[in-house]
């Protein structure tokens, strides 16, 4: 343990991490936030992301997120996530979407957070979280950045995944969601799903950053302080885009001609060449083949 730690800032004041103060003045300025998601595609992503300047990365434990497995498990493969992350990224703001079961308590809660963020994460995503968690969270000191309006993630199963606020009532359920959520400790939070005007207007009334995720919004005034996008999206690999989102690359033929390119390399006898590879001192390699010939194994 101390080893894959020794690197790590345990800090989240680190002066040259993003924390939540660190985005909560970027608020303040009117300056965008940006958010990635590397989802599967890993840390290397998000070092690539880091470099260029995004603020946040939102990674989940893939092992803890969708399989039922012990406290001991999830927090060994969940620790082992946001360490290999922070080691490629020594800056970018690492907002951990935490496994279910480990705030379905408020103990457990700030005992599982306050560990992830020991690993190095700057704040914790409790999906759907109730208020009363939230706080003993909050009053612990285990930092988040949650997410409001449609549910996204195992959630999905029994809400459905669908665009909230389409009313006046509803839109202001969102509203009230956020606000309960900033009053009870929350130091930011992403919206999903929710009309631009709605989205824009709860962005300008609370005090903490929120940042868009197919919030609706249309730019101009209908903004909010950030926007998120999944990296599947940006890099084009989703079967069907989704509408909000922006393919900045085309990732899988790229990657699948770089592989072809290697697979006709060696399959057609152009790799390896003589620059390629090294070769043994003569007077050793006669020894070596004298002993080869001798050997009757």
Known sequence: MAESTANISMSTVHKTRKNLAYLQKMKDKGEKIVQMCPAELGPFFAMAAEMVGCDICRIPDMVSLRSSVDYDVMNITSGITIRKFREYCKIIHINYY???????TGEKAVRWGSEWTFDGADSMLAMGVTNDVLKFMSDNYVPTFGHIGAIS???TNATGYKKMGKTA?????VFKWGYEYQENGMGGMTIELVPGEVSAAIAKKLRVPVVGIASGCTGGDITVDGYEMVDMDTFGVMPKPASHAV???QLLPFLCEAYMDWVDMVRDG???????????DPEELEKFTAMMDAFEG
Do not use: L, V
Request: charged share 25%.
């Open 270 to 280: 152009d790799y390896p060449e003589e620059k390629h590879g090294w070769h043994m």
């Open 98 to 104: 935490m496994p279910a079961p480990s705030y379905s």
């Open 153 to 155: 993630g195992w959630q």
């Open 247 to 249: 393919i900045t690359a």
């Open 169 to 173: 009532e509803e839109a202001f359920k």
